[in-house]
C-alpha cells in the first residue's frame, strides 16, 4: 500500500503516519525527517536546506524529488510507504506520479488531514513547548509563514488528486485516536 498523508504543519501527519506503519507494515517516508537528518549530519544537503528550512519556505523541488527518488528505490520500501509532508507542490506531485509510473508503482489513497490555521498555532506552541523547542521552525513567526506557503503552494495539489478521485479527507480536529480510526477506516475500506 502506498500512500500520501497530506496536511498543513500540524495536523498530525507523523503522529498517524506512526499509526499507519504499524498496523499496514509500510515504510514512513518524511521528508522534513529526512532533511532535519541531513542538516544534523551537516551535510552539503543539510547546510542548503537549513535557512529555507528555518524561513519557513520550501526546499527546491528537484532537490526533493531526488531524495524521495532514492528512498522509493530502497528495498524496504516494496512492502508499501506513506509519504509524510511530500508532495508538497504541484511539480512535486507530477515528478512523483512520473517515478511511481517507471518503477511500476502507484498509488493508492490520499489522505488529507483537516485542521483550520486558527488551530495550528496552538498546537505548534504545545509541541515547541513539549521537544524543548527541539524544531527551530516551531515559533508563531515560522508557522505564519509556512502556512502561507502551504496555502499558496501545497494547496493547490489538493484538486490535483480529486480529478484523478484519490482524495479522501478527514476531520483532524476529532481526538488522535478518532482520527487514527476514520483513517483506518478508510484505508481498509
Ligand atoms: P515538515 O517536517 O514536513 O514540517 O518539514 C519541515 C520543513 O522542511 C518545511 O517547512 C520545508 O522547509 C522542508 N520540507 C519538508 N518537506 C518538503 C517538501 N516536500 N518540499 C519542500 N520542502 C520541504
Known amino acids: 500500500m502506498n500512500i500520501i498523508l497530506f496536511g498543513p504543519p500540524g495536523a498530525g501527519k507523523g503522529t498517524q503516519a506512526e499509526f499507519i506503519v504499524n498496523r499496514f507494515n509500510v515504510v514512513q517516508l518524511s521528508t522534513g525527517d529526512m532533511l532535519r537528518a541531513a542538516v544534523a549530519q551537516g551535510t552539503e544537503l543539510g547546510r542548503k536546506a537549513k535557512a529555507v528550512m528555518d524561513a519557513g519556505e520550501l526546499v527546491d523541488d528537484a532537490i526533493i524529488l531526488g531524495i524521495i ?4 528505490g530502497e528495498p524496504d520500501c516494496a512492502c508499501g510507504f506513506i509519504l509524510d509532508g511530500f508532495p508538497r507542490t504541484l511539480p ?7 517515478m511511481l509510473a517507471e518503477k511500476g508503482l502507484g498509488l493508492d489513497a490520499v489522505i488529507e488531514v483537516r485542521v483550520p490555521d486558527s488551530e495550528l498555532f496552538a498546537r505548534i506552541e504545545k509541541r515547541a513547548a513539549e521537544t524543548g523547542g527541539a524544531r527551530a521552525d516551531d515559533n508563531a513567526e515560522t508557522l505564519k509563514k509556512r502556512l502561507e506557503v502551504y496555502h499558496s503552494q501545497t494547496a493547490p495539489v489538493l484538486p490535483y488528486y480529486q480529478e484523478k478521485g484519490m482524495l479522501k479527507t478527514v476531520d483532524g480536529l476529532q481526538a488522535i485516536d478518532a482520527v487514527t480510526a476514520e483513517i483506518m477506516k478508510l484505508l481498509e475500506g
Request: hydrophobic residues 25%.
Open 69 to 72: 527518488g532514492d528512498r522509493i
Open 92 to 98: 512535486q506531485a507530477e515528478g512523483l506520479d512520473r
